[in-house]
């Protein structure tokens, strides 16, 4: 039993190293997002800090994922996170900009098509 809070910490810090380099973030970059110090990502990102809830809710925030997710499990069924929620949203405005131009690309044929 006296494992599981290092077993707790490790996980978390797994988890925001992945997250962290998903989004392409150095250390200072999260920590600025966070605000807190480099050095601290670091020791969290080496499980040797016990970190606050306030930290954790900060931490999720600037990795755009649910808090629960800093702590979950990664297995095969479910990764931990394959697209960020920016990055999915990036995509949806991409679809969005393609559906537009197949569509006028659509109306353009029809205009061609109906000329004499």
Same mark, same amino acid.
């Given at each position: 039993?006296?494992?599981?809070p290092?077993?707790?910490?490790?996980?978390?810090s797994?988890?925001?190293?992945?997250?962290?380099?998903?989004?392409?973030m150095?250390q200072e970059?999260?920590?600025?997002?966070?605000?807190?110090?480099?050095k601290?990502?670091?020791?969290?990102e080496r499980?040797?800090?016990?970190v606050? *809830? $306030?930290?954790?809710?900060?931490?999720? &925030? #600037?990795?755009?994922?649910?808090?629960?997710?800093l702590?979950?499990?990664e297995t @095969?069924?479910?990764?931990?996170?394959?697209?960020?929620t920016?990055? *999915? $949203?990036?995509?949806?405005?991409a679809? &969005? #900009?393609v559906d537009?131009?197949?569509r006028?690309?659509r109306r353009?044929?029809? @205009?061609?098509s109906?000329?004499?």
């Open positions: 039993m006296s494992e599981y290092q077993t707790v910490r490790r996980r978390l797994k988890n925001v190293r992945y997250l962290r380099t998903l989004h392409g150095t970059q999260l920590a600025e997002r966070v605000g807190n110090t480099h601290h990502i670091g020791e969290i499980a040797r800090v016990n606050s *809830l $306030d930290i954790v809710s900060k931490l999720a &925030r #600037a990795l755009s994922v649910d808090v629960l997710d702590f979950r499990a @095969k069924a479910r990764p931990l996170a394959l697209l960020t920016r990055q *999915l $949203d990036d995509l949806q405005r679809l &969005r #900009a537009a131009v197949a006028a690309n353009l044929a029809r @205009k061609r109906a000329r004499p």
